[in-house]
């Protein structure tokens, strides 16, 4: 099995991939966003009176670090003198995730809320070695991956303890074992989207696993958040496609996953896969993988509603017509990309786009040619392949605009859930009345866009785009709107959360979906697992009376509001 047992001597790596880009402090990329063409206008219609832009500052004052310089020569004495570190220059790097409140708050706040220290181990070994360090210490830790999360997940939050570092496992980047036989990779959970492609590709074989994230977010972040690809109806979501973990935990360390399925109890990885970091460290994953595609053919079409459109590719799903990527704008998401892109009258009604990846250009096609006869089926009219290869093409894009419109006195955020087809009307509709109601009272009239990004036989996931103007207090005034919309969600029996994970930002509303029994459950496995409480304080598991949630020393995020009350 690729995956090392916890007793064998870790494999040298098959491939070593090249460095990877570090996202700038306090944007979501490395380089700006140009406004796309119509933008001007879209901004007009938001912004009739007084803009309040937020423009980005020169660099912050951080605060002092509370490593001693024992504690450096302690983790110095583990993982090198060059891996960790107390300077400013690394620690401005891991303040957290790339949310709108995080990057307002790097904008707006004069001092920056750093993680005391940077420590960078090799692999598993060192990382043990580390949280051993940690605990003896009392120094919390929050494994970093690609830093990516949008809920908070990546806090320098000390908890009780009296300093806290940010675990880079950038290191760990390795393709460390290749099954071609079982068609499984093992990966150090470092590896980013990027160089797992890359070193698979040169192998013959993809991932698939392509969220907006993709271009910095890691293996390891993928699973600790169950990350849901772009490509999931073809590919999976990532923890479909993972087959076997790693862990360093406080308490000890766990192999899981030895074959493709088994009988022997619960399956303990379901424990690891969106833990957050809470319950320990990923140190390395295995994941499924498969041949590289042949091609890949593209389509679009459009509804004359979303209604038609929802029930079309529900039929789709039920039928079990499996393309690569599927779909649906709402009319307002359709209109506003189409001005976006500078089409003011070409497109209206609801926009659909597939991929279909396959072994040779006809399999590819006769998916397409099953989706369109169910499409047209409910009223669909053919767009040819340009809007679907323009939705590729931008993809990994989008999220990089939030900061260019900041810089001119606009919003621009993102929220997803996921319910039964037969619940998701009402949950579209509570969603877009919550947080248009909300930023209204502030004084600004929002756009509220909508999409289903992924489908189940079951169900859906609508992925909800907010664009309003910035008010004077725009932190106050997006924490309002999403305290709203996820309250409404939970109202309409919706998930908080289908792929961005809890973090600290949803974990209010977690109680609320799983149960006061549910999150006893949570905290008790975090007491076996992490029993001094170091591992990623406050985020994922709600706090209890118990001696990991002593709240001594102020969290460094902004508290999110109240617990909804359970239905």
Do not use: C, K, M, W
């Given at each position: 099995m690729p995956t090392t047992p916890p007793d064998a001597t870790p494999p040298h790596p098959l491939a070593v991939p090249a460095p990877r880009p570090r996202s700038a402090w306090d944007a979501w990329g490395t380089k700006p966003a140009h406004l796309p063409a119509g933008a001007k206008a879209l901004i007009a219609t938001l912004i009739p009176g007084k803009a309040h832009p937020v423009p980005r500052r020169a660099r912050p004052v951080l605060t002092a670090s509370r490593l001693?310089?024992?504690d450096l020569a302690a983790f110095a004495a583990v993982v090198g003198p060059a891996?960790?570190?107390?300077?400013?220059a690394d620690r401005i790097l891991h303040l957290g995730g790339k949310s709108t409140p995080d990057l307002l708050r790097r904008r707006l706040d004069e001092r920056q809320a750093a993680p005391d220290g940077v420590v960078s181990p090799a692999g598993h070994d060192e990382v043990v070695a580390v949280l051993a360090v940690c605990v003896e210490r009392r120094i919390a830790v929050v494994p970093f991956g690609g830093g990516t999360s949008v809920v908070a997940g990546v806090e320098p939050e000390r908890g009780a303890h009296r300093a806290v570092v940010a675990l880079d496992l950038v290191r760990t980047a390795a393709l460390l074992d290749l099954d071609e036989t079982s068609l499984l990779a093992a990966f150090g959970a470092g590896t980013t989207g990027p160089q797992a492609e890359e070193l698979l590709a040169a192998r013959g074989y993809t991932l698939g696993h392509f969220p907006q994230s993709f271009e910095y977010a890691s293996l390891g972040g993928y699973a600790a958040t169950r990350s849901s690809g772009q490509a999931s109806r073809g590919y999976g979501r990532f923890d479909d496609l993972v087959h076997a973990l790693r862990i360093a935990a406080?308490?000890?360390e766990l192999t899981l996953g030895r074959s493709p399925a088994s009988a022997a109890g619960p399956d303990l990885r379901q424990l690891f896969l969106g833990s957050e970091g809470?319950?320990?460290v990923l140190t390395e994953v295995t994941v499924r993988i498969r041949p590289l595609p042949v091609a890949t053919a593209y389509r679009a079409w459009t509804f004359p509603d979303f209604a038609a459109g929802a029930a079309a590719l529900r039929e789709a799903t039920h039928r079990g017509v499996r393309p690569t990527v599927l779909r649906l704008s709402d009319e307002t998401e359709t209109r506003v990309n189409a001005v976006l892109g500078g089409h003011l009258t070409r497109m209206s009604g609801c926009l659909a786009v597939a991929t279909v990846d396959g072994t040779s250009p006809a399999e590819a096609e006769a998916v397409c040619a099953a989706l369109d006869t169910i499409f047209r089926a409910h009223g669909a009219k053919p767009r040819g392949e340009d809007p679907a290869r323009s939705w590729e093409r931008g993809r990994f894009s989008s999220p990089a605009l939030r900061d260019t419109l900041m810089d001119v006195g606009v919003l621009a955020e993102t929220l997803e859930t996921a319910t039964t087809w037969a619940r998701l009307p009402a949950l579209k509709d509570a969603v877009t009345a919550a947080l248009a109601s909300s930023l209204t009272s502030t004084g600004t009239k929002p756009i509220v866009l909508c999409h289903i990004s992924h489908v189940y036989p079951a169900g859906a996931s609508l992925y909800f785009t907010v664009v309003a103007a910035l008010a004077e207090?725009?932190?106050?005034q997006w924490r309002r709107a999403k305290d709203a919309a996820s309250r409404a969600i939970g109202d309409a029996y919706g998930t908080i959360t289908h792929h961005h994970a809890?973090?600290?930002?949803?974990?209010?509303?977690?109680?609320?979906e799983i149960g006061d029994l549910g999150v006893e459950i949570l905290r008790a496995v975090k007491a076996t697992l992490d029993p001094h409480g170091i591992m990623n304080p406050?985020?994922?598991v709600p706090p209890g009376s118990d001696t990991f949630s002593d709240a001594d020393t102020a969290p460094t995020?902004?508290?999110?509001?109240?617990?909804?009350?359970s239905a």
């Open positions: 001693t310089d024992e891996n960790a570190t107390r300077d400013d406080p308490a000890g809470a319950l320990g207090d725009p932190q106050t809890v973090g600290r930002d949803h974990r209010p509303y977690l109680a609320a406050g985020a994922l995020h902004t508290p999110s509001p109240p617990a909804p009350p």
